[in-house]
């Protein structure tokens, strides 16, 4: 390679440096990020909205209603997920996550030779009622901050409903299935027909 074509590629990288750097100056200068309003409030899969009142804590949907008739099948195969985790055997070994045999209407934190992070008894009391097994599996990071556990969550109720109701199947005496009552407790309250059509 000769000089001259040296010179011709070496000018050809530091032009398109040079290019390169004037781009970013201009579209830093065109293009900058503004900090959101005081006021702007957060949406979960939505846009950030400004002005639009008060923000509302997004929460699990109810499940306790899908739990007489969730399936089991479909719980089994989500626990899938859990498996690199969690063993579900009746005395089965703590991984990772404690042994899940049991589990519903057990007391928080109490799995025998399992190290908890602490955090989990500090919402919703110290038992695995269904209620906080389907907050917890909604969002665990969210229901408490501390725990060990990575997993995202799960967003579809019926998922969440279908893999407590597998886990209410592992115990030798599984507790009772919600009663009428406790359904409709758990139930959000509709909108009065005045919020509904100012919307």
Not at 115 to 134: D, H, I, P
Not at 155 to 163: G, H, L, M, Q, V
Request: proline content about 6%.
């Amino acid at each position: 390679m000769n000089n001259m074509e040296f010179n011709k590629i070496f000018a050809a990288v530091l032009l398109a440096g040079i290019i390169a750097m004037f781009s970013g100056f201009v579209a830093n200068k065109l293009v900058h990020p503004k900090d959101l309003k005081e006021d702007a409030v957060a949406v979960e899969g939505g846009a950030v909205v400004a002005g639009a009142g008060p923000a509302v804590e997004a929460t699990a949907e109810p499940i306790l209603a899908l739990l007489a008739d969730a399936d089991l099948d479909k719980g089994l195969k989500l626990t899938k997920a859990c498996a690199a985790c969690h063993s579900f055997d009746q005395g089965g070994p703590n991984g990772v996550g404690p042994n899940l045999y049991g589990v519903v209407g057990a007391n928080k934190q109490a799995h025998a030779g399992y190290s908890y992070s602490g955090s989990l008894n500090e919402q919703g009391g110290n038992v695995w009622t269904y209620a906080e097994l389907n907050k917890f599996l909604w969002k665990p990071k969210k229901y408490a901050a501390g725990t060990k556990m990575n997993y995202i969550g799960l967003k579809k109720p019926e998922d969440r409903a279908a893999i407590i109701a597998y886990l209410r199947s592992l115990s030798a005496n599984p507790i009772a299935l919600p009663s009428a009552a406790e359904i409709a407790a758990e139930a959000p309250a509709e909108k009065p027909a005045s919020e509904e059509s100012a919307q």
